[in-house]
């Protein structure tokens, strides 16, 4: 059999920068096993499954290694699939994941919004195990329903940071948040998962539920600019809704084709 497939730099306006998602759309779905290794041969931070439910779209994300509850960046690519090349008519794209509920994603000309819930983050003791995590300590930590996130005092900190992937791999999270107060943005952050199948995420979209409601009470404003700090790079624009948060970005096509599965 064939199975189509599509990647795509999600929160860029230009190729080879952003977070690349494989897109698979399917019209049922595949063994779990299979999509599983789909994503594993596709080696990329996410790879993104949807099956057309009536007039919405369910939903699931792979890393390499596992399932994950949620993916900003590989929803932005499924739905700049559906908007640009599978002949979606609408402006607004719902999406349903049994692991996460509703989602949604509108179109306003070439600029997509994601509608998430929001991350509901709780602060956590600083603790010698999550200062020895990097070559510099935060501030703070707090802990959501999947990442921790680590607050620090500016964003050169961000950008000085080395994680120990070895130490970071034992903790019960499906990755790291790290973020601070941004010079040309509201703020910044950077993401590490190695216990999900990758070190460091060029832009995470769903860190931005856990994030958002944290800068929006810091900085008593609902509307925000966000920078992920990869050697890639991604810019977000970020709402604060309480129980939701919008999350918009652009998108490129790099590339479209078949992959062959005996």
């Not at 996460?100 to 709780?122: A, C, Q, R």
């Not at 991604?234 to 062959?260: M, N, P, Q």
Request: proline fraction near 4%; aromatic fraction near 12%; glycine fraction near 6%.
């Amino acid at each position: 059999m064939t199975q189509k497939i599509y990647q795509v730099d999600a929160f860029t306006d230009k190729i080879f920068a952003g977070n690349p998602a494989a897109v698979c759309p399917l019209n049922k779905w595949l063994d779990d096993d299979l999509m599983q290794k789909i994503a594993a041969e596709n080696n990329l931070s996410e790879t993104v499954f949807y099956v057309k439910n009536g007039d919405n779209f369910d939903i699931r994300w792979f890393t390499p290694e596992v399932e994950v509850d949620l993916c900003g960046h590989a929803t932005l690519a499924a739905a700049f699939v559906l908007f640009w090349h599978q002949g979606f008519s609408g402006d607004i794209i719902h999406f349903y994941s049994e692991r996460s509920g509703p989602l949604s994603v509108k179109k306003n000309d070439n600029l997509l919004t994601l509608n998430f819930p929001t991350d509901e983050i709780h602060q956590m003791e600083l603790t010698s195990d999550i200062t020895l995590g990097f070559n510099i300590s935060p501030v703070a930590v707090y802990k959501g329903k999947t990442d921790y996130m680590l607050i620090y005092d500016n964003e050169d900190q961000i950008l000085q940071l080395m994680p120990d992937y070895t130490t970071i791999q034992q903790w019960p999270v499906r990755g790291v948040i790290v973020t601070a107060a941004g010079k040309n943005s509201d703020f910044v952050s950077r993401f590490f998962a190695p216990q999900s199948g990758g070190n460091e995420e060029p832009v995470t979209g769903s860190a931005h539920t856990s994030l958002t409601p944290d800068w929006s009470a810091k900085m008593n404003k609902n509307e925000m600019t966000a920078l992920q700090l990869s050697s890639r790079g991604g810019y977000l624009k970020c709402t604060y809704l309480h129980d939701r948060v919008e999350i918009s970005g652009k998108a490129k096509l790099y590339l479209k084709g078949e992959i062959f599965i005996v």
